[in-house]
Structure formats: structure tokens, C-alpha cells
């Protein structure tokens, strides 16, 4: 199963191959969640018909329980954004398209962390086939900066992506520079455990040293946004690790990490505030804030229900209407609110954003109460908080392979250290 766990982290990138199966649009990281979420039912069910059924797992034996493990459903906050995002399709206009979202980026990642928190793999199961992909695309990402290959299949032929290149602007396998940059830093951040699976220094300097390609990708995005969350991620590996090393008591009260987290993300909009100013062009500023402007003016007459999942855009073009210069250059880029906070409360409502930001407290809130590897605590740390960040000024989590990290940053959260002092 563990083997499992490991090619759908892998593959995380590959949603980029599309097919269909009995009609229904899927991809290459969904149809390997699909076997192994199978693979889990038809393993739980098979053992209630062993003549051993009632044995335990080695976990329990080995702390003397004699009670067999029960599924664990994980946070009660992630029950509830799921429900909410299931709202989200029967309010949406495009029941199609919601549909499909909410089964890429909702139902998919939920099932995968789902079976990670009930068979609770090995740090080495998750970090490493991620930590592969990382490299992966950052080798492309890199080649692609030198020249030596250009776009994929479905790249091809699309001006936007003739536009960055000629921009020197890198965007690797995905759809843009932000969401190459919005991949490479939670992943960069959430694969630091690597280095605890190293003995030798002079393996961990090397591996360490492989960071430096997932770098200079996100360097060859030139994303704004993704450098300022690199450096509030960074300061929070620091922040995070301190404060466990040094003030444990400290840290066993959930409120310090959130806190934690809350002052970061705070810091974080005031330098938002100031690259807006000067890190953008006046039109391409002028377009972004009347896109937040109208994420706003649509949240003001949707504020329970919100717009629902995928309708975003078609919602803006209405509203929008009696503005011809924003219809005719900057509706083509409001395809999303560009803004994480923004997006859950339109398409999943405003008790879909409560239960959005109850969810991040609770994970928060579970890493400071958590004894164990700082580094596997700290990675997961400041890989939130640079989802967080990047949030700010772009939506990070609206797309296969992001929502697939945060779904699996919440079960490390779950499965990893040691609550209260009591030994997992």
C-alpha cells in the first residue's frame, strides 16, 4: 500500500496528461488516487473475512492495545469544507464544470489524504517520491530557461506561453510562472524531511545542494509573489524550529503556532502591499485590483451561499459589463479571483470560508501540540505558510496538483511526532 502512497505523490505533477474513462474527463494522478483508494476499501475489507480478523496492527501491538484500529476520518473541518464544496456545484450554474472541480480538487486530494492518515506510512513513503518530482520539474523548468526544450503538447501553438518566453519568463509543465512558483514552494518547504533519511554529512550536503534547482526555477518564474513567500516560509522554518527547540512549553499551547503563523502572514501583506506598488506594471496593477474589486462586489450580494465552484469568470463578465476596457483586456485574466481567501469564499460560501480557516487553525493548532523531528514539523510549517502567503496575491489552491499538497500537508500534520507527549 505504502508502495502506492508513493506513486500517487509522484505523479502529483502528471494531471497535465489528460484521458477519459467511460466518458468521464480524468487524468494520470486521479486514475493512480482512484487504484489506490480501491486498493485500501478492498484491504479493509478482506480482512474482516481472515480467520485472524481480530488481530491488531503492529502499531497496537506493539503499545499493548488489543483493539483493532478504526478508520480515522481526520479533521472535522475538512469534512466540512468538502460539504461546502459540494454546495458549491448545486449552487453553480455550470453544474459540469463544477462537478469537475469538485472532483479534482476537492474529492480526489480528500481521498488520498484519507488513506495516508489511516495507514500511516513512513516519512521516507511521502518526502521521497515527492522530493523526485520536485527535481523533475525543476530540471525541466531549468532546461527549458537554457533553451534546450520549449513547450509541451498542450502548450503549444497557445500565445500566452510565445508571451512568457519571450518575457524570459519560465513556466515548465504547468499553465503559467505563478503556477510553476505556487508548486515549487510548498513542495521545496514539505520535502526538507529528505534530509533526516541521510546519515553521512557529506549526503545530506549533497542533497542539500539539490535544492538549489528548485531555486533557480522559482527565480526563473520571476513571481513576485512566490518570492515573498519563499522568504516568509524560510523565516518561518527558523521561527517554528525555535520556538520548539528552545520554549517547548511554549509550543505545547496550540495559540503560539497560530499566533505564530497569524503575525507572519501579517508581515507578509504589508510587503504585498509594497510589491503591488512597485514590482507591477500600472495596467497590469490597475487590472488585478478591479478584479479584487469585483471578487468583492460579488461576495457582498453572494455572501452565504457565494457563486459557486468554476464561476468565477462568467460571474465578473455580467457585472462587468458597462466596463469596456475591462471586458475587452483584463477579463481574460479574471479567470480567478487571484486571491486564496477570496476564491474559498465565491465558490464555497461564507460557511465554506469558516470552515477553510477553522481547518487551518486546527492543522496549525495540531503542529505546536505535536513532540517529534522538527524538521518533518517545521517543513510542514512553512509549507502551509507559503501557501498562505502566496495566497495573498494568487489562488493556491484551486488546481489538481495544489489542492493535492494541501490535502497532503494536512495528513502529516495527523500522522507525524507525537501528541501531548504520547507516543504515536
Request: aromatic share 16%; net charge positive.
Amino acid at each position: 500500500m505504502e508502495y502506492l502512497i508513493s506513486a500517487c505523490l509522484f505523479l502529483i505533477p502528471a494531471y497535465i496528461f489528460r484521458l477519459r474513462i467511460f466518458g468521464v474527463p480524468t487524468n494520470v494522478f486521479e486514475v493512480a488516487v482512484g487504484v489506490l483508494f480501491l486498493a485500501f476499501v478492498v484491504a479493509r475489507i478482506s480482512r474482516h473475512f481472515r480467520p485472524d480478523r481480530k488481530s491488531t496492527t503492529v502499531d497496537s501491538r506493539l503499545h499493548g492495545n488489543d483493539k483493532p484500529d478504526k478508520i480515522q476520518f481526520g479533521f472535522s473541518a475538512a469534512l466540512a469544507v468538502l460539504f461546502f464544496a459540494a454546495a458549491g456545484v448545486a449552487v453553480a450554474a455550470d453544474k459540469t464544470r463544477a462537478l469537475g472541480i469538485f472532483k479534482g480538487w476537492f474529492l480526489i486530494p480528500a481521498l488520498l489524504y484519507f488513506v495516508i492518515i489511516n495507514i500511516k506510512p513512513k516519512i521516507k513513503t511521502l518526502v521521497l517520491p515527492l522530493f523526485l518530482s520536485l527535481l523533475i520539474v525543476s530540471v525541466w523548468t531549468i532546461s527549458q530557461k537554457i533553451g534546450l526544450i520549449s513547450t509541451l503538447f498542450y502548450q503549444v501553438g497557445d500565445s500566452g506561453f510565445s508571451d512568457y518566453i519571450a518575457r524570459a519568463r519560465t513556466f515548465g509543465p504547468f499553465e503559467s510562472p505563478n503556477y510553476l512558483a505556487m508548486f515549487l514552494l510548498p513542495m521545496m518547504f514539505a520535502t526538507l524531511p529528505i534530509l533526516t533519511l541521510a546519515k553521512k554529512k557529506t549526503d545530506k550536503l549533497l542533497i542539500f545542494s539539490l535544492y538549489l534547482l528548485p531555486l533557480f526555477a522559482l527565480y526563473a518564474s520571476h513571481s513576485l509573489g512566490g518570492l515573498l513567500a519563499f522568504a516568509v516560509g524560510s523565516v518561518g522554518v527558523i521561527a517554528f524550529s525555535l520556538v520548539k527547540i528552545f520554549k517547548s512549553r511554549f509550543a505545547g499551547r496550540g495559540w503560539a503556532i497560530v499566533g505564530l503563523a497569524v503575525a507572519l502572514i501579517v508581515v507578509a501583506v504589508g510587503f504585498a502591499l509594497v510589491f503591488s506598488s512597485i514590482g507591477h506594471e500600472v495596467f497590469d496593477r490597475s487590472i488585478r485590483i478591479d478584479i479584487y474589486n469585483y471578487a468583492i462586489t460579488l461576495i457582498k450580494s453572494h455572501p452565504v451561499f457565494g457563486i459557486g465552484l468554476g464561476q468565477f469568470q462568467d460571474s465578473v463578465r455580467q457585472i462587468s459589463a458597462g466596463n469596456l476596457g475591462f471586458t475587452l483586456y483584463g477579463l481574460a485574466y479574471a479567470l480567478h479571483p487571484h486571491n486564496l481567501f477570496l476564491a474559498f469564499w465565491l465558490y464555497t460560501g461564507g460557511f465554506g470560508f469558516l470552515a477553510f480557516i477553522t481547518l487551518l487553525g486546527n492543522f496549525f493548532w495540531n503542529l505546536a501540540r505535536r513532540r517529534g523531528d522538527i524538521i518533518i514539523l517545521a517543513g510542514s510549517f512553512a509549507a502551509m505558510l507559503a501557501i498562505l502567503v502566496h495566497g495573498l496575491v494568487d489562488t493556491t489552491y484551486f488546481k489538481n496538483d495544489l489542492s493535492a499538497v494541501f490535502w497532503v500537508l494536512l495528513a502529516i500534520s495527523m500522522v507525524f511526532g507525537s501528541q501531548n507527549q504520547i507516543k504515536n
